[in-house]
């Protein structure tokens, strides 16, 4: 690991994330004069972005291009981010630059150096991860932050390979049916619709399971609850209204997957028996990306995700805003996880970051 070394350059506004909360930040703030840095983790490590793991399914429900799939899209807003190039403005006799940076970069640790005015310094990885290490930091200045790095989805604990030390490998063959029409989603909302009054098979326990199943009803009312070896969890009503739906739960541990190709097609259990689905929806629970916020007395709901208030500032445990520090998307506590919440956030805290520079 080397010693990080310092670009000079403050910014008004650092987005860490460029999926479309990040992206639309970005812009909503260049769009108001502000000179903009974009660090994004996604070329440099397995943090690709939800947005990337759609794959092959196209997103129909969100204000993008028709039939763009989830890689594509991360480009398009790469692409879009660089139609705001970093140029000099003169405003009453003052320049300033104003545009988008945009940097791979995975921040490793942030840190509030000022807090009137507001300064941050984000120690960041600008090459390729080698493992969990960093190789080559640089470290960025910023007048505000707006945190946009999402969570990960815990994919389902069948055929992993514990020894290997990189996410893909780990999840080797999962990853091959993630994403896909007939494969592993991880968004009923987003994928219910590719399953019609077909046979869908939910991986989840508790509530998780019995909010997956409500979902599930939407499209079908064929639904299988798979618990891979533990004891289902749902609280007493839930099971009671699971059973009057007729919906099954299979408490065996699932041993290997059976595909054909990139599709899913269904799981040979521990017992030996088969069973196929048309569909598979995971949810194990999700990893919020904010491992740079270690230390921050910062809020956030049993899952790790962040509490911001109206402007989309982020809040210190006792319930006041942290000066200068915003979130958007994903990583946002009480909001759908979906593409165009992700925008309408983006959009709310780049503003606000901008308004937070303001002098009179
Ligand atoms: C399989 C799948 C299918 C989906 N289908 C749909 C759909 O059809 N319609 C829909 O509306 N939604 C869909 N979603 C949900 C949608 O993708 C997310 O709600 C949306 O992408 C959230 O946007 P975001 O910008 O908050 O986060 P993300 O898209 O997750 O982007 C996070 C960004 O942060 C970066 N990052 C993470 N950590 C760091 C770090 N330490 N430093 C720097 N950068 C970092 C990542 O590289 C990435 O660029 C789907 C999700 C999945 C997984």
Same mark, same amino acid.
């Given at each position: 690991? #080397?010693? @990080?070394?310092?670009?000079?350059?403050?910014?008004?506004?650092?987005?860490?994330?460029?999926?479309?909360? /990040?992206?639309?930040?970005?812009?909503?703030?260049?769009?108001?004069?502000?000179?903009?840095?974009?660090?994004?983790?996604?070329?440099?490590?397995?943090?690709?972005?939800?947005?990337?793991?759609?794959?092959?399914?196209?997103? !129909?429900?969100?204000?993008?291009?028709?039939?763009?799939?989830?890689?594509?899209?991360?480009?398009?807003?790469?692409?879009?981010?660089?139609?705001?190039?970093?140029?000099?403005?003169?405003?009453?006799?003052?320049?300033?630059?104003?545009? =988008?940076?945009?940097?791979?970069?995975?921040? &490793?640790?942030?840190?509030?150096?000022?807090?009137? +005015? #507001?300064?941050?310094?984000?120690?960041?990885?600008?090459?390729?991860? *080698? /493992? !969990?290490? +960093?190789?080559?930091? $640089?470290?960025?200045?910023?007048?505000?932050?707006?945190?946009?790095? %999402?969570?990960?989805?815990?994919?389902?604990?069948?055929?992993?390979?514990?020894?290997?030390? *990189?996410?893909?490998?780990?999840?080797?063959?999962?990853?091959?049916? @993630?994403?896909?029409?007939?494969?592993?989603?991880?968004?009923?909302?987003?994928? /219910?619709?590719?399953? =019609?009054?077909?046979?869908?098979?939910?991986?989840?326990?508790?509530?998780?399971?019995?909010?997956?199943? *409500?979902?599930?009803?939407?499209?079908?009312?064929? =639904?299988?609850?798979? $618990?891979?070896?533990?004891?289902?969890?749902?609280?007493?009503?839930?099971?009671?209204?699971?059973?009057?739906?007729?919906? !099954?739960?299979? !408490?065996?541990?699932?041993?290997?997957?059976?595909?054909?190709? $990139?599709?899913?097609?269904?799981?040979?259990?521990?017992?030996?028996?088969?069973?196929?689905?048309?569909?598979?929806?995971?949810?194990?629970?999700? =990893?919020?990306? $904010? *491992?740079?916020?270690?230390?921050?007395?910062?809020?956030?709901?049993?899952?790790?995700?962040?509490?911001?208030?109206?402007?989309?500032?982020? &809040?210190?445990?006792?319930?006041?805003?942290? +000066?200068?520090?915003?979130?958007?998307?994903?990583?946002?506590?009480?909001?759908?996880?979906?593409?165009?919440?992700?925008?309408?956030?983006?959009?709310?805290? %780049?503003?606000?970051?901008?308004?937070?520079?303001?002098?009179?």
């Amino acid at each position: 690991m #080397t010693t @990080a070394s310092e670009n000079g350059i403050v910014y008004d506004v650092a987005v860490i994330g460029a999926g479309p909360a /990040g992206a639309q930040a970005a812009v909503s703030a260049a769009h108001q004069a502000r000179h903009v840095l974009v660090l994004d983790a996604g070329p440099i490590s397995h943090l690709k972005g939800r947005a990337f793991w759609s794959k092959s399914v196209q997103i !129909e429900d969100a204000p993008v291009f028709e039939g763009v799939i989830g890689s594509h899209f991360m480009r398009a807003l790469r692409e879009w981010m660089a139609t705001r190039p970093v140029r000099e403005v003169t405003i009453g006799g003052r320049t300033r630059r104003t545009g =988008i940076e945009y940097r791979p970069g995975y921040v &490793l640790e942030l840190q509030a150096l000022d807090v009137e +005015p #507001t300064l941050f310094a984000m120690e960041t990885s600008v090459e390729p991860l *080698r /493992g !969990e290490r +960093p190789s080559k930091r $640089t470290r960025f200045r910023a007048r505000t932050v707006v945190v946009a790095s %999402g969570f990960d989805d815990v994919w389902p604990d069948i055929e992993v390979n514990e020894q290997a030390e *990189r996410l893909y490998q780990r999840y080797q063959t999962v990853f091959r049916f @993630a994403g896909n029409r007939r494969g592993w989603h991880v968004c009923i909302r987003c994928d /219910g619709h590719l399953h =019609i009054d077909e046979h869908l098979a939910i991986l989840a326990l508790g509530d998780d399971a019995f909010g997956a199943a *409500r979902g599930a009803q939407d499209f079908t009312n064929k =639904i299988t609850i798979l $618990t891979n070896g533990r004891p289902h969890g749902l609280r007493a009503e839930d099971l009671a209204t699971v059973q009057a739906q007729g919906i !099954e739960i299979v !408490e065996t541990q699932i041993a290997a997957h059976i595909g054909q190709r $990139t599709d899913l097609l269904g799981f040979r259990f521990a017992d030996g028996t088969e069973r196929y689905f048309d569909g598979f929806l995971v949810d194990e629970g999700l =990893i919020p990306n $904010t *491992r740079y916020l270690d230390g921050w007395d910062v809020q956030t709901d049993e899952e790790g995700l962040l509490i911001v208030n109206d402007d989309r500032q982020v &809040l210190t445990a006792a319930g006041e805003p942290v +000066p200068g520090l915003f979130a958007a998307g994903d990583i946002v506590s009480g909001e759908r996880n979906l593409i165009a919440t992700a925008f309408a956030l983006g959009q709310d805290a %780049g503003l606000s970051a901008t308004d937070s520079l303001r002098e009179w």
